[in-house]
Each structure stands twice: as structure tokens, then as C-alpha cells.
């Protein structure tokens, strides 16, 4: 691909996750934009498995033509690459950073019939109960496992994690009242909390969310300056040139910026960010130091 031609064949959006989920969402709005935008196919093509470190590694291993890109988050490119004894990629070195597209906070759910409404009924109830309380999560080192774990980390309280192969599968049993609790994606979890299978406890951001501006936020219930975002961009392998790198950042902005997008991205929980490639990797640097260490903390292993 040269920057001043459009591509002249179609170009891959690898998603390291199943199709429905969050990282899947953004990338097939990212892949359809491109399309109309540029005149050429943009394919999204799931490569499930190893907490998405599969998908990663293709993309790293592909030539930098600009044909390959990768939708990255934090728990493909800050957490999964510190719990596997080895993955096929390093998350900085060999990505070329084109664009930080969306960022959401979490939301902490419960079955209605758990007996918590705020944070700090929560903390009370799990330092009653320790050990007793499951939650549960999208598969270890995902976005629903690491915020909890950060979570029980900062409140000192003792809780188990109950892991799914995916978000949709924990969803599933906390609206059926197998297990009582999930933090995860505002996007996957707000048609619940409207439609009342769940409630909606906190935000993981440090501020109210624009969507969901009732739930107030766990660094305002108690515990200040706590902070999990979940955020979706786009790489493409290290030796990229910085002129692809930059029309596709250039192309993506433009269209996040379109009306119709920005309500779609919006009216799902996501915060659309659109930033400069440099700011997408200075901000990649400082989720790799935050994540890595909460997985030392922890012992993280990959199962």
C-alpha cells in the first residue's frame, strides 16, 4: 500500500476474540469506514485463542505492506504478553502504532438478587465472606479479570475468580444467577442493566461515564484514583512505512469524526479517543508498565 494510492487489494483487520464481542465491534465499524473510504475490501478476520495473542503474533509475522493490521487492547498488548511463559511477539517493539480508536470504562453488574448496591456494600460483604464470593470474567487476563484483581488488590478483600471463554459466556450466568458478579465492557453490559436482569453498581473510570452518568465511579465510592479503561486500536507490524502508518491513522480519525459513527460508538459505551500514532505509543509504554506489574503482583500464570 503507498500512501498516495489506495490499496490495491483487500487488507486484513485481525481480532484475536470472537465475533460479537467489544474488540470484534470496533474493528468491523473501523473495517467498514475504510472501505467506503478507500474503495478497496477491509476484511475483519477472527483468530480466536490464548487470550488473543494468537492474532497478535500473525499480524507481528506479516509483511509491513500495510495489508495486515491488528485491533489491539489492553489485554492482548499490556497483560497476555506478561502471563504466557513466551509469546510469538514483543507488544512494543514489533508494532508500528497507527491509532488508539476507542476507550471505555468498565461497569460493575450484579444479578439483582445479590445483595449489593454500592462499592462499599461490597467490600463489606467480601471481608464478611472471604474466599466466598465468586465474580466472573471474560477468560484469565481479560479486561473483566484484571480490573477485579486490581480491585480486590487495592481493597484487600479475598474474592474467586469464575473464568468463560469470552464476555458473552460470563454474561450469560450472571443474568441466570450462577454467579453474582462481572465487571466488564459498558457496551456488552448496559442492555442488561436497562432491561433490569442486571444492576449497575460503578464505573471503572475516573469520571462518570457521558452514557451511563448514574453509576458513580469506584475512585468516587471510596477508593481514590482507581482507574481501568479499556481501549481499542490499531497496529501494524514493526517496519511498516510511516507514511501508510500515517494515511490509515489519517483516514481512521476522519472517520470516528463522522456523525453517524461517533452516535453508533457512543450509544455502545465507547469514548472515541482518535489520537496521533506518537501519543498511541507513549500511552502503550504506560499500560505495559501499569499491567505487567499487577500480573507480577498477582503470579499471573496462563492457564
Known amino acids: 500500500m503507498c500512501s498516495s494510492d489506495l490499496p490495491s487489494k483487500p487488507t486484513r483487520i485481525v ?18 469506514q475504510l472501505t467506503d473510504r478507500l474503495g478497496q475490501s477491509f476484511i475483519v478476520e477472527n483468530r480466536v485463542g490464548a487470550t488473543g495473542t494468537i492474532g497478535a503474533e500473525i499480524v ?22 506478561y502471563m504466557y511463559a513466551k509469546v510469538g511477539y514483543d507488544p512494543i ?3 508500528a ?41 471474560g477468560g484469565i487476563g481479560s479486561s473483566p479479570h484484571m480490573s477485579m484483581e486490581l480491585f480486590k488488590q487495592t481493597t484487600k478483600i479475598d474474592m474467586v475468580p469464575v473464568h468463560y471463554k469470552g464476555d458473552g459466556a460470563a454474561i450469560i450466568d450472571i443474568v441466570g444467577g450462577q454467579v453474582p458478579m462481572l465487571t466488564s465492557s459498558m457496551s456488552a453490559l448496559m442492555p442488561y442493566v436497562k432491561s433490569e436482569k442486571m444492576r449497575g453498581i460503578a464505573v471503572t473510570g475516573l469520571k462518570r461515564s457521558t452514557v451511563a452518568p448514574e453509576f458513580p465511579t469506584i475512585a468516587d465510592s471510596g477508593l481514590p484514583g482507581f482507574e481501568v479503561i479499556t481501549w481499542f486500536g490499531i497496529l501494524a507490524p514493526a517496519a511498516t512505512p510511516k507514511e501508510i502508518v500515517n ?13 453517524n459513527v461517533r452516535e453508533q460508538l457512543t450509544k455502545m459505551g465507547f469514548e472515541i479517543v482518535a489520537n496521533t500514532p506518537d501519543q498511541y505509543a507513549t500511552f502503550m509504554r504506560e499500560e505495559n508498565a501499569k499491567w505487567s506489574k499487577v500480573v507480577k503482583d498477582l503470579g499471573l500464570k496462563a492457564e
Open 15 to 32: 481480532v484475536g476474540f470472537t465475533a460479537g464481542g467489544p474488540s470484534d465491534i470496533v474493528a468491523r465499524i473501523v473495517a467498514q
Open 60 to 81: 507481528a509475522k506479516a509483511p509491513p505492506d500495510g495489508y495486515a493490521l491488528y485491533l489491539a487492547s489492553q489485554t492482548t498488548h499490556a497483560v497476555a504478553p
Open 93 to 95: 517493539k514489533d508494532f
Open 97 to 137: 502504532t497507527v491509532v488508539r480508536v476507542v476507550h471505555n470504562p468498565l461497569l460493575m453488574v450484579v444479578n439483582p438478587s445479590f445483595p449489593v448496591k454500592t462499592v462499599k456494600d461490597l467490600i463489606t460483604l467480601a471481608k464478611a465472606r472471604p474466599g466466598q464470593i465468586n465474580f466472573a470474567t
Open 247 to 259: 494515511r490509515l491513522n489519517t483516514e481512521i480519525v476522519a472517520a470516528v469524526q463522522l456523525p
